[in-house]
């Protein structure tokens, strides 16, 4: 066998990981053997990504705004939003914010309605999943909770409700059978909650057909609570996750890939933390038991009891038990069951959150004055000085 990553190492003079967790784990696990026989190769380089695509180009109403307050020379020095962080205190600009939010939201739903027949209201959360479909990026927990937020409207159990629509987007890989069944599994369950009379204005739920990247421009100025969930360990760097925060979304994520640098950067209290981290659920693995966690928590219970009833498949017998079992098995790689009641707690602060205005446009604020180390100018100059040594041109003077 010849294993094409060994082969590219022996071949090259320098090796490199896509996010500060991920270059760790390459020098540690997969690669070790390598990294101690050749560790001069090995160097971080955290992935980023255009501003000018991915705020300038696709939320011109937030572009304009902060045009207005900085001047242009943002556009090719994003460290300079940094300086949005003192108008967060500012109540006008606070208001001038969510009001581009809003329109933002507003061409979301637009799209969501003509493409899925679902109506996204602008008022509600919008908490959006878009990224490839993989188990361990764990839309099935994402999706957990969502059947556990139905659970309580048919229970009455809605004091102090956030209203919330779910989108979930991205593709599977032709022959990953799995991923194809979880995206069946998302759609039955949206079809289940959004004919249910007691959801409405409650909770929607959609899934976008044949995402593609040109979606993303409408898809990240309109999101509100980026979810960032990967098993803590497996996701390289993620380049979603940036998308997002650049365009003021609110992340809620795991201690893995580039959510650990994106937290560092925009600070913890503007970033909604849960779940285990990689070295936990290393010690946790060999005696994970989720069959009892199940039986220890109550609205894990609920969940599983409406999963196995088939409530979601009833002309359909069976036919999602490969990921309820899969989800219960002590062997399940991705541990989806010991992070949720900690992702569930979580899911509640940011409900309470989204219900005081004037917070989460503090915390939509902060994620974008903080964003500037995942420009992807400031991941090419590394690359540039560290390995290419290629003399760089000087960027356009923005119009």
């Known amino acids: 066998q010849i294993r094409m990553a060994h082969l590219a190492i022996v071949g090259s003079f320098s090796v490199n990981g896509v996010a500060k967790l991920h270059t760790r784990l390459l020098k540690e696990g997969i690669f070790r053997d390598f990294y101690e026989l050749w560790p001069e190769r090995f160097n971080n380089k955290t992935n980023g990504v255009t501003p000018r695509r991915f705020l300038v180009q696709c939320n011109m109403g937030l572009n304009d705004l902060i045009t207005g307050e900085l001047g242009a020379g943002w556009v090719t020095d994003l460290k300079r939003l940094r300086a949005l962080q003192e108008r967060a205190d500012d109540p006008r600009f606070r208001q001038r914010w969510l009001a581009v939010k809003k329109n933002n939201k507003e061409r979301l739903a637009a799209m969501v309605e003509s493409l899925c027949g679902v109506r996204f209201h602008a008022n509600a959360l919008f908490d959006v999943q878009v990224k490839r479909i993989h ?42 059978w799995m991923a194809k069944r979880i995206i069946k599994f998302i759609n039955n369950v949206a079809n289940v909650v959004n004919v249910d009379p007691d959801t409405a204005g409650l909770l929607r739920v959609a899934f976008l057909p044949d995402y593609s990247v040109s979606e993303m421009e409408v898809i990240a100025p309109g999101t509100d609570l980026s979810e960032q969930i990967s098993t803590a360990g497996t996701e390289a760097s993620g380049t979603g996750n940036m998308k997002f925060m650049f365009n003021g979304a609110v992340t809620i994520g795991t201690l893995d890939g580039a959510n650990i640098e994106i937290r560092k950067e925009v600070g913890e209290d503007h970033f909604f933390l849960f779940g285990h981290d990689a070295e936990q659920l290393g010690a946790l693995r060999n005696s994970y038991n989720p069959m009892q966690m199940i039986a220890d928590d109550g609205d894990l219970q609920r969940v599983f009891r409406l999963l196995e009833s088939g409530h979601f498949n009833q002309f359909e017998p069976g036919h999602f038990d490969p990921i309820i079992n899969s989800i219960k098995s002590p062997g399940d790689p991705w541990m989806v069951v010991a992070d949720f009641r900690s992702y569930i707690d979580t899911q509640n602060s940011a409900a309470a959150a989204y219900r005081d205005p004037d917070q989460w446009a503090r915390l939509s604020i902060a994620n974008t004055a903080n964003c500037g180390y995942f420009s992807s100018d400031r991941t090419i100059r590394a690359y540039n000085r560290d390995i290419w040594g290629l003399t760089p041109t000087p960027p356009l003077t923005p119009k």
Do not use: M
């Open 135 to 176: 188990e361990y990026k764990r839309q099935t927990l994402n999706l957990l909770h969502v059947i556990h937020l139905y659970d309580r409207i048919k229970r009455h159990d809605t004091d102090d409700w956030t209203p919330r629509c779910v989108l979930f987007a991205g593709k599977a890989a032709p022959g990953y």
